[in-house]
């Protein structure tokens, strides 16, 4: 993709009406802009982030057998009376002109279960799963940290099905070995750390936790075993020894929320009269899970996590394109060779093709869009008839011929 | 993609609490579920159709030069006072729990110039477009045509921002070509209408009209000619002579309105001071146009017209799968073979391998979802050494070896 014809600008000044760093990174890069306080819009680079992100889920959610599927956000009042949370957790309520009322969705279990409703009646037609990548709202009074915690988001959420709680465990720890896959695919480091059933369920869920100052979670876990809980349940106390291992030491350290699991058991289907004939012809309520991930706060974690002074620094699944190439004086048909070999090999490449732009303005853009990697051509590479390659996230570079270069990126 | 692990199901029966024909033969081949009037899900099978139909939007809007990026929903009152649409235009409102106003965006003049006058001040930065595909609502009274007109819906938008009239004139008829484009890849044929400008402009706008009875509006066009105008400017009568060739008759039909184009004009460049500097230093305002599309409309319109007594009949590129291959009893390792060549051949199948389930329900249920191409694998035509392959347009079926079959389907 030309940068010509591509909308990539970055802004000259830092913002100054946002708290969080990450997010003031990624407005003046131009990946987000600020429409009101929690509310942000994805530019052309940020939402190719977003979109990176999405497909490292996809991939993994169709390999756990989940069908992908998309559901509203305008939900009719009686879905959310049918199971009590009209009063108590619909946020966002509004009114059509017929005086019909609507939560807007910020899950779907009173969506998807009595789609399931329809089409499911045997023993032999479970287990099943759907997700959707989709967007939702909540009424968040707290909107200061960024894309980290916002009125609007996407989210992924996945629901699944199952003949008994037995089987719904299986699925419960592969999910958790695939939410593990995608974290670390899209290069964030998140901890499995326990939380509370929030009263659907007397067992412990699970939360995956970024460690980071920016994080508005606390996060109480051992140095030397996998212990790990959330401040809401823990009795453990910084610095007191693990509970666990009864070795290790306690620490505590900020987190953010990047997903979570969780066993609904047949809260949903009881309401919903979602049921089954198991082999004896006997009628029993399905048993349900549910497992939330939200990828633009994924790009808040990963922005808070991987950047240094001059921009940001994405890791290789989540990055924008793949190389950034920088054309300075006299390095124009070095460039173009570049790019249409890249281009042939199905390299995602942002060529920097812009004229009237200083060399010293296209390298502190590239540096704020932070691309993985950085090839710079110019009559001094010519001169050497070499590239200059630069790894975005330790600076090193190196002047490489076109097949080096290649192997490098791909 | 094997049936036995992708969510396929389709209704025993036609489904009575719907009006419009097209949307019950999507609901009952399980494309889509309702979930109060005009609030639709989209079932994997339906997701997939929506996602070809987006995926050949985005194609024609990329090569128009736009970039895609995704704005929010929530949009505060404030952007809504500022072009005075608060009062007259948004309809669902909504107040969160710090008394902040926000109207769910039906368009997003409002969102988007702001966003431009922080990156644009010079004509070089002109000109640009955008577009994005994003869940939009609209207060509908009359919602019982289905998915042909809904509360909440997917829309492609795209604006555009110029440096003066003519330039704008440019790249709209540039659209329109994109636009004639997609419909024809989609398989849909929509007409070329003028229509009114809404008080933004006292030129015609044009829409992008599929003729078919349960259109809600009304198309008056000549029989020879490409006059065609949409009821509320046209002063043509029914059987009159046509004021543009003199020679055609005027005929009326019914139209399905699944796009349209539009010149704004400076009208939200003005509101939101939205303005650049020309060649000589002088200050402009930008001259903008927006071109809507709807994809989930569109899928009403391919179902509507595109659809037997039997089922649906998707056109090549709007069909969720390019090929339903479906095993019949002997049919297994010819099946087996037909599915692992089409992978590798990366033409998209979906092999029906269900078990337990009769040759004549297989074919029932292959005829409701309508995918292009039909692959029967038995074992009479094991005997034979062929696969039977059926167009499922005109019902044309042949006895193909392998590479006929792989030939056909490309």
Redesign the interface.
Known sequence: MKQS???V?T?KEWPSDEENASTRYLLRA?FI?K???G??????M??RV?EKINKVIREEMNAL?A??????????K??WRATDRWDTEV????K???G?EYG?AFTHEE?LTP?LK??ISSFRDLP?S?YQIQ?K?R???RARAGLLRT??FVMKDLYSFHIDEKDLDLFYWKTADAYKNIFKRLGLEAMVVEAGGGGFTKEYTHEFQVLTEAGEDEIFYCESCDFAQNKEITQAKEGGKCPKCSKGKIKKENGIEVGNIFKLGTRFSDAAGLAYKDKKGQTKPVVMGSYGMGPSRIMGALAETNRNEKGLIWPKESSPFRVHLVELEGGHSQAVEVYETLNEAGIEVLYDDRENVSAGEKLTDADLLGIVWRAVASSRTLAENKIELKARNNGESSMVGLETLLKHVK
Do not use: C, R
Request: avoid cysteine.
């Open positions: 014809q591509f909308f600008k802004l131009g802009d429409n009101s306080s509310v942000y819009s994805f530019l052309p940020g939402l977003l057998g069908s992908e599927l998309l559901m509203p956000a305008l939900i009719s009686k879905y946020l966002y309520k509004v059509d002109s017929s019909q807007l969506v789609i329809k089409f099943v759907f967007t709202f009424d968040e009074p009125k609007e």
